[in-house]
């Protein structure tokens, strides 16, 4: 029986969390000036469920602890990380007694120096808030489930859409889920976990295509469920050379025994149709690409490098394309045109600025993160 609901008072629930998705495969780390970090009551307006018309203002003492969130990027420097994690830490010492904890986070950071950066952040966070009290995780299904991190916890769910159009209904659902255990005294839930060894890239993964749009439309009726409290989905996430990164499920519940039995069932389910989940646009090579949109008659034809891909973390600098761009024959002549749409390079656009309207320079472009992956100096006007 939880102290809240015995004593007839609100529960004290924290919020806190770090969230980032780190490429480990991208040259860039990611700094402290990197995270926007919010505290009191800034962090109590970033969700509308805490605000005082909220659905769930009145339910709960909501206690803002901190919560550091950064655009996907590389690998989080250590110092940045102890610095985010041991304030965490102290705000969650100095908060008293919590009933539980609305943990915000991503699950794909990775940290330099550490294999599992979630198992180690809700390790401290465990150690901090104490053995007793709830700790809901709500994250992205591109995140990661490992058995360190899985363990820590006693709620867990994840976006059920990709393109994620439900991310603030998933951090609500961990909320709500939270709330609800300790208003009726039900206390910890059993919960089930199986890690599935597949790891596919989001661009197969999309809830809008079969077989994810049928293998995701389950979860509501698992969550439906007598006895069962939540299921969740993780794709995992491909661009980290990490043990921990692949698929996984978990459903929580008050019946162990139909928690585990959905759990096997949506990654038996996940296991049996993994060769086909399929990309959300045709795929090739650049050259082939660039060659189709250049013959193609639709406009405009969008080509997408997912390699380079700064919204998963890319660094945004690979100036690959633009060599495989100006190499077209009919790119380069002027019969067809081309629109690139962004090589991050201070240095160049600086020297732009420094020639001034109507000058023509001669620029190398891209490799400022990236090193030596630049493009042949040219004449640009």
């Known amino acids: 029986m939880n102290p809240a609901a015995s004593g007839g008072r609100r529960p004290r629930i924290g919020i806190g969390g770090m969230h980032i998705e780190s490429s480990t495969f991208s040259p860039h780390r990611a700094a402290y000036d990197d995270f926007r970090v919010t505290r009191g009551a800034e962090l109590l307006d970033r969700y509308a469920w805490t605000r005082p018309d909220g659905e769930l203002a009145g339910r709960a003492e909501w206690v803002p602890l901190l919560h550091a969130v950064s655009l996907p990027g590389g690998p989080v420097e250590r110092g940045t990380y102890d610095r985010i994690k041991g304030e965490l830490i102290e705000r969650l010492r100095l908060a008293g007694p919590l009933d539980g ?100 890239p989001g661009e197969r993964t999309s809830t809008r295509l079969e077989p994810a749009k049928s293998l995701y439309g389950r979860l509501a009726a698992v969550e439906a469920m007598d006895g069962v409290v939540d299921a969740a989905i993780w794709v995992g996430y491909a661009w980290a050379d990490e043990p921990r990164c692949r698929a996984a499920v978990v459903v929580t519940g008050d019946d162990p025994v139909l928690a585990v039995e959905q759990t096997r069932s949506l990654a038996r389910e996940y296991w049996e149709m993994r060769r086909d989940f399929t990309f959300v646009g045709p795929t090739g090579g650049a050259d082939e690409c660039i060659a189709e949109a250049v013959a193609s008659s639709a406009r405009p034809f969008l080509i997408s490098d997912s390699g380079d891909n700064p919204t998963a973390g890319g660094a945004g600098d690979l100036a690959y394309m633009l060599g495989r761009l100006l190499a077209n024959e009919d790119l380069a002549a002027g019969r067809a045109t081309a629109l690139h749409p962004g090589i991050t390079d201070p240095a160049a656009v600086a020297e732009c600025f420094a020639a001034g309207p109507g000058a023509t320079v001669r620029l190398s472009v891209g490799g400022g993160i990236s090193r030596g992956r630049r493009t042949t100096p040219r004449p640009a006007s």
Not at 136 to 143: Q, V
Request: charged share 25%.
């Open 101 to 200: 904890l609305v943990y915000d986070i991503h699950g794909a950071m990775s940290v330099v120096g550490l294999e599992d950066a979630e198992g180690d952040l809700t390790e401290a966070v465990r150690e901090a808030i104490g053995p007793d009290a709830l700790i809901s995780a709500a994250m992205d299904p591109h995140g990661n489930v490992s058995r360190r991190f899985a363990g820590r916890l006693d709620l867990i769910t994840a976006h059920r859409l990709a393109p994620h159009e439900d991310a603030w209904e998933t951090r609500e659902r961990a909320a709500r889920k939270l709330v609800e255990r300790l208003a009726s005294g039900s206390g910890r839930p059993h919960l089930a976990w199986v890690q599935i060894p597949v790891l596919l």
